[in-house]
């Protein structure tokens, strides 16, 4: 007994030597408080990763014993949160061709021409973020346009919204694709009018082309992963929960973590279709000592995405005659998956962006949190884009959360109404009609489809407008949140989605020092102008993250 004392008294002393207690003064900050309002403070104080306290204007300021920072009147805020991005394709993106933003099949081929130009040459040449809707003639790519110029190097670009994507004639060779080709279920092989492949694979069969390209190297997976957290971290984002990952994605973050090579939090979501998937599920819950790597989860997908018309809808594409989308699963497998992960434990987060696939979604959420009794678990549905009028109440009785992504709703407005019509639209993109509703949003990007600058979701979810304002009043802007119901979606309502409200998502006492320092007050500026916020210094576990 006396050793064991001593021992404590041993690890006390040492903890007290090393402590490092930092009070960051003369600061504009705000958070969100336990009853859910939103309070200014002008300084913070932290010991290691912990808060200690946060002062008012009228508190006095320790000054012994502890390090002092000057915030110089700049804005602070809780550390920001994604629930939805996808970390290892952002990573890989920044080191692919980009084709965000192009303007024609012709110019996404042009740049790949110069990325190839200016880069190591690999086995393929991979890419993503083209999007037919951009291009005058709104059609998908073909392969023969890349065919000109790459005749013996395989290449597979994805689409902006992940969910189709598009090949050349090596690649499609290597895959053993040709007219007689079959489409898997719940995926497409588009087709000319000779039967003849056209290079665009749709949702369940982009993996026709994707199983073909060679794994990264461990040490490549890792590398990505830092990369791209860094990059993350730099925009403000301190935690992201990462939709959808595999067995060695996992044991990567394992590694990192492990090395203390974490620079942000990650929530991961364990892909439902993993190998290794029932041994991951009898693992349970884990979580580093940190925190900064935690699953509690499993992703699947219901449907596929309205850009490539792959969300499956109730009633047919009001562009599209007689085409309503395409389900991943038939219903009684999506059942098994679902009621598979709820007994183990586990929350379930479904994508679904169709009414369809909300609708079925929802209703086998409802027999089946039911059934495992697992509402405790805050099951979640990912984007929750398009709902029937009738279905938004369902969420809060259901205590299920959505995990939506405002900036979907200011691209997509362009397209959102051809391919739903004037009624349907009325369901989608509705965050207001699900706050009225007491439903809880969990605000993300859906990174790398879209920026992963959270300062573009919140500046969305005020203004309904692009970054050029337009729509002039906002698009469908009865259904905009306010600037506090947006800070939320990306603070205290994501970290609850994630089961850690208790140690992020806002400043007080023993939770975690993660906070960012940006360059203006977002509740006091412009709405207009809130998406040009810059990120000054982004803090975790209260240490300030290295960008480079």
């Given at each position: 007994m006396k050793?064991?004392?001593?021992?404590?008294?041993?690890?006390?002393?040492?903890?007290?030597?090393?402590?490092?207690?930092?009070?960051?003064?003369?600061?504009?900050?705000?958070?969100?408080?336990?009853?859910?309002?939103?309070?200014?403070?002008?300084?913070?104080?932290?010991?290691?990763?912990?808060?200690?306290?946060?002062?008012?204007?009228?508190?006095?300021?320790p000054s012994n014993n502890i390090h002092i920072i000057d915030g110089h009147g700049k804005t602070l805020l809780p550390g920001l949160i994604d629930a939805h991005g996808h970390v290892l394709?952002?990573?890989?993106?920044?080191?692919q061709v980009n084709l965000n933003g192009v303007v024609s099949e012709q110019a996404a081929v042009q740049r790949a021409i110069k990325f190839q130009g200016s880069n190591n040459k690999s086995q393929w040449l991979l890419g993503r973020g083209w999007n037919q809707v951009l291009w005058e003639d709104q059609q998908y790519p073909?392969?023969?346009?890349?065919?000109?110029?790459?005749?013996?190097?395989?290449?597979w670009f994805n689409r902006i919204d992940?969910?189709?994507g598009w090949a050349n004639s090596k690649a499609m060779q290597l895959a053993g694709i040709d007219r007689t080709s079959v489409?898997?279920?719940?995926?497409?092989?588009?087709?000319?009018?000779?039967?003849?492949?056209?290079?665009?694979?749709?949702?369940?069969?982009?993996?026709?082309?994707?199983?073909?390209?060679?794994?990264?190297?461990?040490?490549?997976?890792?590398?990505?992963?830092?990369?791209?957290?860094?990059?993350?971290?730099?925009?403000?984002?301190?935690?992201?929960?990462?939709?959808?990952?595999?067995?060695t994605?996992?044991?990567?973050?394992?590694?990192?973590?492990?090395?203390?090579?974490?620079?942000?939090?990650?929530?991961?979501?364990?892909?439902?279709?993993?190998?290794?998937?029932?041994?991951?599920?009898?693992?349970?819950?884990?979580?580093?000592?940190?925190?900064?790597?935690?699953?509690?989860?499993?992703?699947?997908?219901?449907?596929?995405?309205?850009?490539?018309?792959?969300?499956?809808?109730?009633?047919?594409?009001?562009?599209?005659?007689?085409?309503?989308?395409?389900?991943?699963?038939?219903?009684?497998?999506?059942?098994?998956?679902?009621?598979?992960?709820?007994?183990?434990?586990?929350?379930?987060?479904?994508?679904?962006?169709g009414d369809n696939a909300n609708k079925i979604v929802l209703d086998l959420y409802q027999h089946y949190i039911a059934d495992t009794k697992t509402k405790h678990l805050r099951h979640r549905v990912e984007h929750a884009q398009i709902l029937q009028l009738k279905d938004i109440p369902r969420f809060a009785k259901l205590g299920v959360i959505a995990s939506m992504q405002a900036t979907h709703a200011t691209s997509d407005k362009n397209m959102a109404q051809d391919r739903l019509g004037r009624e349907r639209i009325l369901g989608a993109y509705a965050w207001q009609k699900l706050t009225q509703a007491n439903a809880i949003i969990a605000g993300g990007s859906d990174f790398p489809i879209e920026s992963a600058n959270p300062f573009f979701g919140i500046h969305a979810s005020v203004t309904r407008q692009d970054h050029k304002?337009?729509?002039?009043?906002?698009?469908?802007?009865?259904?905009?949140?306010?600037i506090k119901q947006a800070f939320k979606t990306f603070t205290t309502q994501a970290a609850y989605a994630a089961h850690q409200g208790q140690i992020i998502g806002s400043l007080s006492k023993n939770k975690k020092a993660d906070f960012i320092l940006i360059d203006q007050d977002i509740f006091?500026?412009?709405?207009?102008?809130?998406?040009?916020?810059?990120?000054?210094?982004?803090?975790?576990?209260?240490?300030?993250?290295?960008?480079?």
């Open positions: 050793n064991i004392l001593c021992l404590a008294l041993l690890a006390l002393f040492h903890f007290s030597a090393f402590a490092q207690t930092t009070l960051i003064k003369n600061i504009n900050g705000y958070t969100i408080n336990d009853t859910g309002q939103l309070i200014q403070f002008s300084a913070i104080q932290f010991t290691d990763d912990k808060i200690d306290q946060l002062f008012s204007d009228n508190k006095t300021l394709s952002y990573g890989l993106s920044l080191m073909k392969a023969v346009s890349l065919d000109e110029y790459f005749k013996n190097t395989p290449i992940g969910h189709a489409s898997p279920d719940g995926g497409e092989i588009i087709k000319d009018e000779n039967g003849e492949p056209t290079g665009v694979f749709i949702d369940n069969a982009m993996n026709l082309i994707t199983d073909k390209i060679p794994p990264l190297s461990n040490q490549a997976l890792k590398s990505a992963l830092v990369t791209s957290m860094k990059a993350l971290a730099k925009f403000g984002l301190t935690s992201v929960h990462d939709a959808g990952i595999d067995h994605n996992i044991a990567a973050y394992k590694a990192l973590a492990d090395e203390g090579n974490m620079p942000i939090r990650v929530n991961a979501m364990i892909d439902i279709n993993d190998s290794k998937l029932n041994a991951l599920l009898a693992q349970g819950w884990f979580k580093t000592v940190d925190d900064k790597f935690n699953i509690n989860s499993v992703k699947i997908s219901a449907d596929g995405a309205l850009g490539s018309r792959g969300a499956a809808l109730i009633k047919e594409y009001s562009d599209l005659a007689e085409h309503k989308g395409l389900l991943l699963y038939d219903p009684k497998t999506l059942a098994l998956l679902m009621h598979t992960a709820m007994k183990a434990g586990f929350q379930v987060n479904t994508h679904a962006i304002n337009q729509p002039e009043s906002g698009w469908f802007p009865e259904e905009s949140l306010s006091n500026v412009d709405p207009s102008i809130i998406w040009k916020t810059k990120v000054l210094q982004t803090w975790v576990d209260g240490k300030k993250v290295a960008y480079e």
